[in-house]
């Protein structure tokens, strides 16, 4: 999966960007709507804007493709409102901060210094908490590098496999050729 284009969210009077999908509930719960992804960084259909106000949730903004890849907007899911309070959305929505320590391209899997999760019960803001990515990259960085020494180690192997492979091949080919000679040798003296 591609990486994927986060939804904008205005909180604490700043702009900011989430790696979460809270419309997904709300989506899921109605099948009578199709939402059509623009690119593969863009799977579920979708751009939304969101806005923390007072701790209650609210969608204020989308573009969605729908039939065709025809654009419409928030009108489209909640007919005649300019905000939509999220009731529909209990769980936790990822902010990124800081600088990117790790692109990851697939999904929200890139890793930034820090996280603030914030938690919302039937859209309303109930409680938040940071984490400091810094120990977590350690461990990626480490990780790849205990894969790229087994996939070195592997590749060796791999090729110590087909050295010997040659050598056994080669060996059984000069054992041939050496009796085809004794043999040849043996009845045009006799």
């Not at 591609?2 to 009077?13: D, I, V």
């Not at 979460?20 to 690119?39: G, K, M, V």
């Not at 990259?137 to 070195?152: D, G, I, P």
């Not at 180690?153 to 010997?164: G, I, L, Y």
């Amino acid at each position: 999966m591609t990486a994927q284009a986060r939804e904008r969210l205005l909180y604490q009077g700043e702009e900011t960007w989430i790696a979460t999908e809270p419309l997904q509930p709300f989506l899921q719960s109605r099948r009578d709507i199709s939402l059509l992804s623009p690119s593969s960084a863009c799977l579920r259909g979708y751009y939304g804007e969101w806005e923390l106000r007072d701790n209650q949730l609210y969608l204020v903004r989308l573009t969605a493709f729908v039939d065709d890849y025809r654009e419409v907007d928030l009108s489209y899911l909640f007919p005649g409102k300019s905000r939509v309070f999220a009731q529909w959305f209990s769980g936790e929505i990822r902010v990124p901060r800081g600088l990117m320590l790790d692109f990851v391209h697939r999904g929200y899997e890139s890793l930034y210094e820090k996280d603030e999760f914030l938690i919302f019960e039937a859209g309303v803001l109930t409680g938040r908490y940071e984490v400091d990515n810094h120990q977590q990259y350690r461990e990626r960085l480490q990780q790849r590098s205990r894969e790229k020494s087994e996939a070195f180690a592997e590749r060796d192997a791999r090729k110590e496999r087909s050295r010997q492979v040659t050598l056994i091949t080669l060996s059984v080919l000069a054992a041939g050729v050496l009796a085809f000679c004794l043999w040849v040798f043996y009845f045009s003296a006799g």
